[in-house]
């Protein structure tokens, strides 16, 4: 394929394409868990899907402090300052090791009041929390893990992240398989077997990371503990994109409490339908990391020609990914559904909200890249405002209407997550539309 392009496709894909298989990746982990515990039943799947949005959560903080320290670490890249770089990321890992530390310890206390309150009933509750509160210990050690890889993703080194990932991935299925099922002399766990695979994927993947951190020879304990330059820098970054991880959290978790209320069967249905949309959209949050890292180099080195050459180019490959995912996903989507699930009486809905999760390709991939190149150049907040409008505020209210008012249900449950990507898309393109070269590098 590289051959097809010129050289500066091919040195967005060698940025942008394997972060983009990175979030495939991490897709698959939670992929793993669900389609194998689906021959459980729908209430194994609903117990372990549940969990999904507390993982969220957590990880809106974790992703927070990820993306911010990425932007930090390109731009300083692409001024040639790596021991600067590493310094933000050494003080970075102290404080988020104790925040996050705090955090997990709180959900653990509250978890069964925190998977009733997104929608748990008695139904599955027991095997909500079988899975909960180990997978708990797995999202610590994901959290850890991406903050370091923050660092490698803002030098460019996005094939080594993926190779990472591709790891802990490959244990996760392998433990999924041995501790779900049962091998040898090791008894079948069901869904707790599930979040022991989780476990030793999510152990690997940081090891690894630890292990490629320190050879960039740029992280020292001496720094470890932040100045004033520190704050100064990286905290307006993070409290901006805190904020749109936040409005992102607030509006999925009201969303999802109303799926979540259409039955176990419906909510079975719609947690494989969104599981499998969370691969093209963790591969265009990872097209959107790619774009972030080229223009983050380009506003470091003051470069306006590569800065709009990013632009360009990651608006390209994201119409041509799109495309590629929408065509797959539609053709095949009783297929892809029947991976998951073989029940009959799921597969007609699921084959229809498929057709949905097709087309919303189109605009979650161009609205991704678009919020990339405007934080890499400074925009976070704006790009943080039309998130609120549009995830916290417009698809709660669209979702009450198209559930309560219409009559809709799933359908018009997806048919809101289309209008929310969509208007996301338009904002991010008018953005860019007005921004100009002088205000990026001011």
């Not at 459980?40 to 969990?51: K, R, Y």
């Not at 370091?148 to 490959?170: E, R, Y």
């Amino acid at each position: 394929m590289m051959r097809l392009f010129g050289n500066r496709d091919k040195k967005y894909l060698k940025i942008a394409f394997p972060s983009a298989m990175e979030g495939i990746f991490i897709s698959a982990l939670s992929a793993a868990d669900i389609i194998m515990v689906g021959v459980l039943g729908t209430a194994a799947i609903a117990g372990v899907s549940i969990f999904t949005q507390p993982r969220m959560m957590i990880l809106c903080v974790t992703r927070s402090i990820a993306a911010a320290l990425t932007i930090v670490a390109a731009e300083r890249f692409g001024a040639g300052d790596r021991a600067g770089a590493g310094r933000m990321t050494t003080q970075t890992m102290a404080l988020s090791t104790l925040l996050l530390t705090v955090i997990h310890i709180g959900f653990y206390i509250n978890l069964e009041s925190i998977l009733r309150w997104m929608g748990a009933d008695d139904t599955y509750i027991a095997l909500a929390m079988e899975y909960s509160e180990l997978a708990l210990l797995g999202v610590f050690f994901t959290s850890l893990a991406a903050i370091l890889q923050a660092l490698l993703l803002g030098f460019g080194k996005t094939a080594f992240v993926f190779s990472i990932n591709l790891q802990g991935n490959i244990i996760n299925v392998i433990g999924n398989f041995i501790f779900i099922f049962g091998f040898g002399p090791i008894p079948a766990y069901g869904v707790f077997g599930a979040a022991i695979g989780t476990i030793l994927g999510t152990a690997w993947t940081l090891l690894l990371t630890l292990r490629m951190s320190c050879k960039e020879r740029v992280l020292h304990t001496a720094d470890i503990l932040p100045d004033r330059a520190y704050f100064r820098k990286f905290l307006p970054v993070f409290g901006s994109i805190f904020s749109e991880q936040g409005f992102e959290r607030i509006g999925m978790v009201l969303y999802t409490r109303m799926v979540a209320e259409l039955g176990v069967l419906a909510y079975a249905i719609h947690a494989i339908c969104m599981n499998f949309c969370d691969f093209y959209y963790a591969f265009a949050a990872g097209l959107g990391k790619g774009s972030t890292i080229l223009a983050g180099h380009a506003v470091g080195a003051k470069d306006e020609k590569a800065w709009r050459e990013a632009k360009r180019l990651s608006f390209r490959w994201a119409f041509i990914f799109s495309t590629i995912s929408f065509v797959l996903t539609y053709i095949f989507r009783e297929e892809i559904f029947m991976i998951y699930s073989t029940d009959p009486e799921a597969l007609y809905m699921g084959a229809i909200i498929m057709a949905v999760v097709a087309l919303v390709s189109f605009p979650e991939g161009h609205q991704m890249v678009g919020a990339g190149i405007l934080r890499a150049s400074g925009k976070t907040k704006a790009v943080a405002t039309y998130s609120f409008v549009s995830v916290a505020f417009l698809r709660p209210i669209i979702t009450a209407l198209f559930l309560y008012e219409f009559g809709w249900g799933l359908i018009g449950a997806w048919a809101a997550v289309a209008i929310d990507q969509s208007i996301r898309a338009g904002a991010a393109t008018w953005l860019l539309s007005r921004l100009r070269w002088e205000r990026v590098v001011r």
